[in-house]
């Protein structure tokens, strides 16, 4: 069977199921399998984006409309 038929085969099962443990089982699998891009960054951007969120909540924000305001001259 190639990759494409066994795709739509389980596809099909998947939505046959009412079963809530292999869909669980299912869902986790997919999460398993998902990258967490965190760890690719390089240090200087994850430092840039602690910065961030520790500016963030400390208030320390600039709503996107200010911003608009003051850079809308240089579009």
Not at 15 to 27: F, P, S, W
Not at 29 to 53: M, T
């Amino acid at each position: 069977m190639n990759v494409q038929t066994e795709k739509i085969a389980l596809a099909k099962r998947l939505l046959e199921t009412d079963d809530e443990a292999v869909l669980n089982q299912i869902k986790q699998i997919f999460e398993s399998q998902e990258k967490d891009f965190w760890n690719d960054l390089p240090e200087q951007v994850k430092a840039g984006i602690s910065r961030a969120q520790k500016q963030a909540a400390e208030g320390k924000l600039t709503s996107h409309d200010e911003v608009m305001k003051k850079y809308t001259r240089y579009l």
